[in-house]
């Protein structure tokens, strides 16, 4: 099994051929290709090559999905007898990446 740990809006997603993954919001329209060159890992079968601390050469081909949005936060912050009281609410929004391919040079 190949996989790939790529690094994406500063945080680290594990990237399978032929799985999708969710990633924080790209510019990047639906049903393009997404070249993806941070990748920090590669395990193939036995090898495992590890950057310092990315690889140079190997890339991740990915195709945009969709854009979608995660669950509703509320955030509500109560200061007993101060008579404070705020609500808000928060939606993360995330691009849905379907992993063509991971390419080593």
Not at 44 to 50: E, K, P
Not at 72 to 88: D, E, G, H, L, S
Request: charge should be positive.
């Amino acid at each position: 099994m190949k996989y790939a740990v790529i690094e994406s809006g500063g945080k680290q997603y594990r990237a399978v051929e032929g799985a999708t993954i969710e990633v924080d919001r790209l510019p990047v329209e639906a049903g393009q290709q997404v070249n993806l060159d941070t990748v920090l890992l590669l395990v193939d079968g036995d090898s495992v090559l590890v950057g310092a601390p990315v690889l140079p050469g190997v890339t991740v081909k990915a195709t945009v999905v969709e854009h979608t949005k995660g669950p509703k936060i509320v955030v509500f912050k109560y200061r007993p007898k101060k008579r404070i009281r705020v609500k808000t609410g928060h939606r993360q929004q995330y691009t849905c990446l379907k992993v063509d391919s991971i390419e080593e040079k």
